[in-house]
């Protein structure tokens, strides 16, 4: 009887055996990428060493043409392991998640990657985030991203098409923690049904430049809580159909745009954006920024707190007719508007602040 048992353990490991062994295997294609998720138990893949696909099917197809995963597939990416799509498309008709609980690296080099949902679980301490030029959609789902601490996220297009870099057919979601870094430029972080960023962590840096980030019919919601934190907008747009909500409610930190537009389409939504309330030494800086909507626009820097400052220069307002405009800030602070155009035609315009309170050269209709 003991001999009869044995054997049969033999017979149902070994196929077991097989197919852990297969999910580590070195692999350069997305054909061999493909069997790996389809063949692997529990569709678990593991990356133990520095990995690159690059062979295959090559982006530039349609997408019915993409290398097609028939299941959902798990990347574990072991210690120090790189994990790279180079020039690839591939189709995951299950859920794509990507785990690293290590600082390991994440590229998507001139790749096209869809799947039903997306999970990038990047929280090892010093993980790396590089989106290069290329589409990362969750076709019926999620785009999740998490960074753990001292985490980096860099993601960039081209001139001549401003890709969609991360997309959701519901919501981008992003969280991070301490000192992160974000530099954006030349392409769109896209939800359909919202984006939702959420840099919980101190002396976060979040930065784009000719960057976008949209939601139809959503809302966009960035917040920043930890402290000395900085995010600055160059030349882009945040656009939120439903809405547009970006605070950051730590100490000392810092909204800097030049050259940035935001706005919404729904009434009763607006654009609200809160630097430091309740905070010490929360700054606003806004140079040629443009609103616009069927809302109202709020901005406040220190409410609640004290030494906040808002510099809104060269600016326009168009509609927010709603609510109309308040631009405010808390005790001790200063609140700066010149040389802009504030026209929300029948709703009012406020701006105040118990401390130094300076409206010059500028052209108002409310």
């Keep these: 009887m003991m001999k009869h048992s044995s054997l049969a353990i033999a017979v149902v490991a070994a196929p077991l055996f097989l197919n852990l062994a297969h999910a580590q295997a070195t692999m350069g294609s997305t054909s061999e990428l493909k069997n790996a998720c389809e063949t692997s138990v529990g ?20 997408l019915a043409n993409f290398e097609t995963v028939n299941s959902a597939c798990t990347i574990v990416l072991g210690p120090s392991a790189g994990f790279k799509f180079d020039g690839v498309a591939m189709n995951f008709l299950g859920a794509l998640n990507i785990v690293s609980a290590t600082g390991n ?43 753990g601490h001292n985490a980096v996220l860099e993601m960039f297009g081209n001139s001549a098409s401003y890709g969609r870099l991360l997309e959701a057919s519901n919501v981008v979601r992003m ?80 909204l800097i745009t030049s050259d940035f537009t935001a706005f919404n389409t729904y009434i009763g939504a607006g654009v609200r954006i809160a630097v430091g309330n309740n905070q010490p030494k929360g700054t606003i ?33 168009i509609g927010m007719t709603d609510t109309g405009v308040r631009i405010e800030s808390g005790a001790g602070g200063a609140t700066i508007v010149k040389d802009s155009s504030l026209q929300p035609y029948r709703a009012p315009v406020t701006i105040k602040g118990p401390g130094l309170c300076l409206a010059e050269n500028n052209v108002i209709s409310a």
């Design 43 to 62: 569709n678990r893949v593991a990356i133990n060493a520095g990995t690159t696909i690059a062979a295959g099917v090559l982006r530039g197809v349609p």
């Design 175 to 254: 969280t991070a923690g301490n000192k992160f870094t974000a530099t954006m430029g030349q392409g769109y972080i896209w939800g359909v049904n919202g984006v939702d960023i959420n840099l919980t962590g101190t002396e976060t840096v979040y930065k784009f430049s000719q960057f976008n980030t949209h939601a139809q019919p959503g809302k966009v919601n960035i917040r920043a809580s930890g402290a000395k934190s900085i995010l600055e907008f160059g030349r882009g747009s945040v656009y939120g159909h439903s809405g547009l909500s970006l605070t950051m409610s730590g100490a000392e930190n810092q």
């Design 285 to 317: 800086k806004m140079s040629q920024a443009r609103f616009g909507g069927a809302g109202g626009l709020v901005i406040e820097a220190g409410k609640g707190g004290s030494e906040g400052l808002i510099e809104f220069t060269q600016g326009s307002v």
């Design 105 to 147: 690296q994440l590229e998507f080099d001139k790749s096209n990657i869809y799947a039903r949902s997306v999970a990038l679980n990047m929280v090892g301490d010093g993980s790396a985030l590089f989106v290069k030029e290329s589409g990362v959609n969750a076709l019926a789902g999620d785009t999740v991203v998490s960074f």
